[in-house]
């Protein structure tokens, strides 16, 4: 069979195309409804937003199953919204409420959920990938083909720990995929300025970890990849590391002007390779859905975000009691 | 509808800023990223974007403004079809959905009694217990193995603890009875194997982790304090860490500086960490058991000049002592010496000296420094009026000055001297013998302690 020219071809049937164009479109808006909080001083501190970078989580989510756990850095919107948990929970904690997942005393960078097994949301760079690990291993422990992901960035491929950890999971062949948020810039930092490796899943390689780049920008090939990474880790064959080549349209935080890359290089980014632009397109010109459908999604879209920021204005502030509480189960 | 566009606060900590330059015009239509002006603030030059889509109605604060403060209305944009001319007066305070102003309630000063309550004086075990001799290295080894009979999710994880038996022998025979899958061999890779310890406790498993000693856990120590200690209350008491990290900790002898440090106030100060630091066998079982019980991160600081220790140990199916209760090891009127740990050995020997001068010494053991029993040194002190602590570690924030700031505080007026902190120098631990001997604390110094608050 002669190769198809056209690698856009998606295997995938209009239902699933169209939940990704919403599960990614929840978190632009969400976040886009976040960055609009904070400059309202509803939102305070260090406010990390995921725009740009929806398709990773997206993804990876496609080939996750009941019980499969995750973790991540500070820049944790987006999975918290991609494994399911409540967008008013997320909002609310970010705006320090009562109603918050951590009942307003993690914020924005220390949120968890027990139920969803997302455990954070973690403020120390790095930190994650071991804690990640660690998931992993209890699963082992107990016998079942549950996987983890750790999710870390490019910044975070430079700490020790990361490696520590890599050495130990291929050592004891831990259902655990190491999924590398390659956005380019650690803080304000180039990847080139800061790291020896141009392909950093390639830093795999010497523990017997094998890993592949990903076009991060694009849902589909993110989820083929997860879903690869995923078989090998359920089957029992340790670690897997994914670099998924992505992109931040924002600052690293809120109070970031960027100044580090040009207008242009993020303008070029939104204007050819946005992760949403191309799964609505492939829906339009595949003739999957029309600009009606799509219309209805972006409005049950902004009801549900409208609702989340309004929960999160209402809810209360945290009881002064809970200063004492959950500091000892 | 018309909406206002709100002067943002663009930094943690940003009240106003200067609206440097627009980048649109009145009657520029834009889209939800599309930048709308550059905002100076104290730090930086920044971007603003639009996050809703729309028509620039009316520039409402011209560029080049200073002292633009947040929220404050700087443009309004209306929906394709409607005229600026629609736009109503623009409010000029900033709107009512503002950050809520904080409290004014204080909050709520820390749970902790004003005087000392009586004192748990229960004894650890039932009289009439037989007892049996039994070094405090075989008795943390029985702890744990106890454990890991009654509970499947216990596992003992570190460098060297199973094929080697234990660097310091701790783990003997533990390999033979768990096998790999519960007593497991790491690489020497502390800050890896503690973190990931941590994600297995977040998991639901109840890990022990041995430092080698204490001193490697330095490499750890993010682990144990930023992830352990703090997740149960980041996760408003959703998920946190069951879990013991335990090892050697202070002096051994002659092993130098990197090698010497007792961490004991170091961890105390933690919220979310426990921390016992047994001086007896019996404790090092009941506390050890306990620990591993517990549903918190608990640091389990042991001591290799300890470990060959023999002491009497009850012989009881299941032998616990609880944290936050500490012993009275010799009941005495005159002073107190409160100490725990191998600062215990120093303690009771200044007491039997000192007998034999007539000073009669009361002597408490802490045996956990968080939690600790504050009302059992309150209630001696109030009787003897006079203290002295004693502890291996470093002075500067040591255990005894804060032993010594609480007596202060809830027990002032019963004090006939001023508290004295014995602690090791304040040197990092020399190698030659004769200055070693000079850095650790020693009995004669407690004994000389004792003189000056007793005026002897």
Redesign the interface.
């Known amino acids: 069979m002669a190769a198809r020219k056209s690698t856009k071809k998606p295997n995938v049937s209009a239902d699933e195309l169209k939940g990704y164009y919403r599960d990614m479109l929840l978190i632009r808006r969400f976040e886009?409804?976040a960055?609009?909080l904070?400059?309202?001083?509803?939102i305070?501190?260090?406010c990390h937003l995921y725009i740009g970078q929806e398709a990773v989580v997206v993804g990876l989510e496609a080939a996750a199953k009941e019980g499969d756990?995750r973790?991540t850095s500070y820049r944790d919107h987006g999975h918290m919204l991609a494994c399911g948990m409540d967008p008013n929970g997320v909002m609310a904690e970010l705006t320090g409420r009562e109603g918050?997942?951590?009942?307003?005393?993690?914020g924005s960078m220390?949120?968890?959920?027990?139920e969803k097994h997302f455990?954070?949301?973690?403020?120390?760079v790095g930190?994650q990938?071991?804690?990640?690990?660690?998931?992993?291993?209890?699963?082992k422990?107990r016998g079942n083909d549950n996987v983890t992901f750790a999710y870390f960035g490019d910044g975070a491929a430079n700490q020790?720990?990361v490696y520590?950890?890599f050495?130990?999971a291929a050592?004891w062949d831990l259902p655990v995929i190491f999924v590398i948020e390659n956005n380019q810039y650690a803080m304000g930092t180039a990847q080139a300025r800061s790291t020896s490796t141009a392909d950093i899943y390639t830093r795999g390689e010497p523990f017997g970890i094998p890993g592949e780049i990903v076009d991060g920008m694009d849902v589909l090939a993110v989820k083929a990849a997860s879903e690869k990474a995923v078989a090998h880790c359920r089957a029992g064959n340790g670690p897997y590391i994914l670099e998924v080549k992505t992109y931040r349209?924002r600052?690293h935080s809120?109070?970031d002007?960027?100044?580090y890359r040009t207008?242009e290089e993020v303008q070029k980014m939104?204007d050819e390779r946005d992760p949403i632009e191309q799964v609505r397109d492939m829906l339009l010109t595949g003739k999957h859905a029309t600009e009606d459908d799509l219309k209805a999604i972006d409005k049950e879209i902004k009801a549900i975000v409208n609702a989340s920021a309004e929960f999160a204005?209402t809810s209360p502030?945290p009881a002064?009691?809970e200063?004492?509480?959950?500091?000892?189960? | 509808m018309a909406t206002e566009i709100l002067m943002p606060a663009l930094s943690p900590t940003m009240e106003e800023g200067t609206l440097a330059k627009w980048l649109v015009k009145e009657g520029d239509t834009v889209n939800s990223g599309d930048i709308l002006a550059e905002i100076e603030t104290d730090k930086a030059t920044m971007e603003f974007e639009a996050v809703d889509e729309g028509v620039i109605g009316k520039i409402l604060i011209a560029e080049g403004s200073e002292g633009v403060k947040v929220n404050t209305p700087i443009a309004v944009l209306i929906e394709e079809g409607e005229s600026a001319d629609d736009i109503a007066a623009p409010a000029t305070a900033p709107v009512a959905e503002a950050a809520p102003a904080p409290a004014a309630a204080p909050a709520p000063a820390a749970p902790a009694a004003p005087i000392a309550q009586p004192a748990d004086l229960t004894p650890d075990w039932p009289a009439g217990t037989p007892m049996k001799q039994q070094t405090v290295r075989e008795a943390i080894r029985d702890a744990m193995a106890e454990e890991m009979r009654g509970d499947e999710n216990v596992f003992l994880m570190g460098e060297e603890v199973a094929e080697y038996q234990g660097a310091y022998k701790v783990s003997q025979g533990l390999l033979d009875e768990f096998g790999s899958k519960r007593v497991i061999d790491t690489p020497i890779t502390e800050h890896g194997f503690a973190g990931i310890a941590t994600g297995a406790a977040f998991g639901g498993l109840r890990p022990i982790v041995e430092f080698m000693t204490f001193n490697f856990a330095m490499q750890a120590i993010d682990q144990i304090i930023n992830s352990a200690a703090k997740t149960l209350y980041m996760s408003g008491g959703q998920m946190g860490a069951p879990m013991v990290f335990r090892g050697p900790n202070g002096a051994a002898a002659r092993v130098g500086a990197q090698h010497s440090q007792d961490y004991a106030a170091w961890y105390a100060q933690i919220p979310g960490l426990k921390v016992a630091m047994p001086y007896s066998a019996a404790d090092a079982k009941g506390l050890m058991k306990t620990a591993i019980r517990d549903n918190n991160p608990v640091i389990f600081l042991e001591n290799e000049i300890l470990y060959g220790r023999s002491f009497d140990v009850p012989e009881m199916d299941d032998f616990t002592v609880p944290f936050g209760k500490a012993r009275i090891w010799r009941e005495g009127s005159d002073v107190t010496l409160v100490s725990f740990g191998i600062g215990m050995q120093y303690a009771l020997e200044a007491a039997d000296k000192l007998a034999e001068e007539g000073i009669s010494a009361e002597v408490i053991d802490l045996r956990t420094l968080r939690p600790i029993d504050y009302d059992t040194v309150l209630n001696s002190v109030m009787k003897t009026n006079r203290c002295v602590t004693i502890e291996e570690g470093f002075p500067v924030a040591s255990i005894g000055n804060h032993l010594s700031a609480t007596i202060m505080e809830r027990a002032f007026d019963y004090l006939d001297a001023p508290v004295i902190n014995c602690t090791g120098k304040d040197v990092p631990m020399p190698y030659a013998a004769n200055l070693e001997r000079h850095a650790l604390i020693t009995t004669d110094e407690v004994i000389a302690a004792v003189k000056q608050v007793t005026y002897r």
């Open positions: 886009e409804k960055g609009q904070y400059g309202m001083g509803l305070g501190g260090f756990k973790i918050g997942y951590s009942k307003g005393k993690g220390h949120m968890f959920s027990k455990y954070g949301g973690h403020g120390i930190a990938v071991p804690l990640g690990a660690g998931l992993a291993f209890s699963d422990y020790g720990q520590e950890t050495n130990m050592i349209y600052g809120m109070s002007p960027a100044k207008r939104r204005k502030e002064l009691e200063l004492w509480t959950d500091i000892y189960a």
